[in-house]
């Protein structure tokens, strides 16, 4: 069993930068891809980024390339995704989420974390 905290979202300008951290309680954590997805309204939750267990090897949405950045630190029991440049489109809430495979879709991931708020105002 893993518990996901996040934390870090709010409210920012078109431009501006946020980071999301998200911890993990539990010891497994390495044993985990990890990831964020997200979900706007009226709109499925797609996957923004994910970083491998074994290499930290990151993967992104082709939306967010170039802009956002996601990290972890096994010793800490946390990821971290640094969202800069950010758009309107960007509004959503974001789910920090934990798999035992690649965390390619929502049908991947084995736990969710509770999901915190973005909104990037025009």
């Known amino acids: 069993q893993v518990q996901l905290e996040e934390s870090g979202g709010g409210l920012v300008q078109a431009g501006g930068s946020l980071t999301l951290s998200c911890e993990a309680l539990?010891?497994?954590?390495?044993?985990?891809?990890m990831g964020w997805f997200r979900q706007a309204p009226g709109k499925e939750r797609e996957k923004v980024a994910t970083?491998?267990?074994?290499?930290?090897?990151?993967s992104y949405a082709d939306s967010v390339k170039g802009r956002f950045t996601i990290s972890r630190d096994n010793a800490k029991n946390t990821v971290y995704l640094q969202m800069n440049s950010l758009k309107p489109d960007d509004t959503a809430v974001y789910y920090c989420?934990?798999?035992?495979?690649?965390?390619?879709?929502?049908?991947?991931?084995?736990?969710w974390g509770q999901g915190t708020q973005v909104t990037v105002s025009s």
């Open positions: 539990g010891r497994t954590f390495n044993l985990y891809t």
């Open positions: 970083i491998t267990r074994i290499g930290g090897r990151p």
């Open positions: 989420a934990a798999s035992t495979g690649l965390a390619a879709s929502p049908d991947e991931v084995n736990y």
